[in-house]
């Protein structure tokens, strides 16, 4: 077989020639996936249970922990996909549930080539501990109506007017913070881009918020490419103004 074209995932929609102009180096090979694989990864909080979107849970493959080797935002997103939520994704790694020790560790080196769990390998053997473990939270595509830019007074900021970026009704923490997530998020609130960012105390109002949002990290100007998680504490808040 040869010149095998698809127009889509349907073989019906398949061409190919049984002569050929090949070698064995230009052989085939193929990996295939059930549609029972997106089922055996799950998230749960700390007490076990079940983890919704937008909220930080302990990912499981196989109900093991997954080791954070190699892993990365392309990975992220495309677990989040899997388990049926298609949007954003932010992850991190470490200790920070008792339960984790009552699992064993059943992934490591997971990479993946898009966003598509269809490029991703992995391993199952691992050289891993606990603290290693990876974090996942994911977000629909409704994430970005939750953002607001409110000024002094705790009023809609406008345009080129110098605004707290609340999340939720509450503060961004400036943990790898950059011009391509001030973009992203002013083109989220409708504008075309951002002009100023800074991170500081300065609105006596900030105290009145909770910190929502924490590692923003954004590939790109879009918001598509962008990461992050709700595990959020202490820092520095986020202060932008957009045109």
Same mark, same amino acid.
Do not use: P
């Given at each position: 077989?040869?010149?095998?074209?698809?127009?889509s995932y349907?073989?019906?929609s398949?061409t190919?020639?049984?002569?050929?102009?090949?070698?064995? *180096?230009?052989?085939?090979?193929?990996?295939?996936?059930? %549609?029972?694989? &997106?089922?055996? $990864?799950?998230?749960?909080? @700390?007490?076990?249970?079940?983890?919704?979107?937008?909220?930080l849970?302990?990912?499981?493959?196989?109900q093991?922990?997954?080791?954070?080797?190699?892993?990365d935002?392309?990975a992220?997103?495309?677990?989040?996909?899997?388990l049926g939520?298609?949007?954003?994704a932010?992850?991190t790694s470490?200790?920070k549930?008792?339960i984790?020790?009552?699992?064993?560790?059943k992934?490591?080196?997971?990479?993946?080539?898009?966003?598509s769990?269809? *490029?991703?390998?992995?391993?199952?053997?691992?050289?891993? %501990?606990h603290? &290693?473990?990876? $974090?996942?939270e994911?977000? @629909?595509?409704?994430?970005?109506?939750?953002?607001?830019l409110?000024n002094?007074?705790?009023k809609a900021?406008?345009?080129?007017e110098?605004?707290?970026?609340?999340?939720?009704q509450?503060?961004?923490?400036d943990?790898?913070?950059?011009?391509f997530?001030?973009d992203?998020i002013?083109?989220?609130?409708g504008?075309?881009?951002?002009?100023?960012?800074?991170s500081?105390?300065r609105?006596?109002?900030?105290?009145?918020?909770?910190?929502?949002?924490?590692?923003v990290?954004?590939?790109?100007?879009?918001?598509?490419s962008c990461?992050f998680i709700?595990?959020?504490?202490?820092c520095?808040?986020?202060l932008?103004?957009?045109?």
């Amino acid at each position: 077989m040869d010149n095998v074209r698809c127009e889509s995932y349907s073989w019906t929609s398949c061409t190919f020639i049984t002569d050929h102009n090949c070698e064995h *180096s230009e052989d085939v090979f193929l990996k295939c996936y059930s %549609g029972e694989e &997106e089922s055996k $990864f799950t998230l749960v909080n @700390s007490d076990g249970e079940a983890a919704g979107a937008g909220e930080l849970g302990l990912l499981l493959y196989k109900q093991g922990t997954v080791c954070d080797d190699d892993f990365d935002n392309k990975a992220a997103k495309a677990i989040c996909v899997e388990l049926g939520i298609v949007g954003a994704a932010g992850w991190t790694s470490g200790r920070k549930f008792t339960i984790q020790n009552n699992y064993d560790i059943k992934m490591d080196n997971v990479r993946c080539e898009s966003d598509s769990w269809t *490029s991703c390998t992995f391993i199952t053997d691992h050289n891993c %501990g606990h603290h &290693e473990d990876v $974090f996942l939270e994911c977000y @629909s595509g409704e994430e970005k109506s939750k953002f607001t830019l409110v000024n002094s007074d705790g009023k809609a900021a406008g345009a080129g007017e110098l605004g707290l970026l609340l999340y939720k009704q509450g503060t961004v923490c400036d943990d790898n913070f950059n011009y391509f997530a001030a973009d992203a998020i002013c083109v989220e609130l409708g504008f075309a881009w951002a002009t100023r960012w800074t991170s500081d105390l300065r609105f006596i109002i900030q105290t009145n918020y909770d910190i929502k949002m924490k590692y923003v990290r954004c590939e790109s100007d879009s918001w598509t490419s962008c990461t992050f998680i709700t595990d959020a504490r202490f820092c520095d808040l986020i202060l932008m103004m957009c045109f």
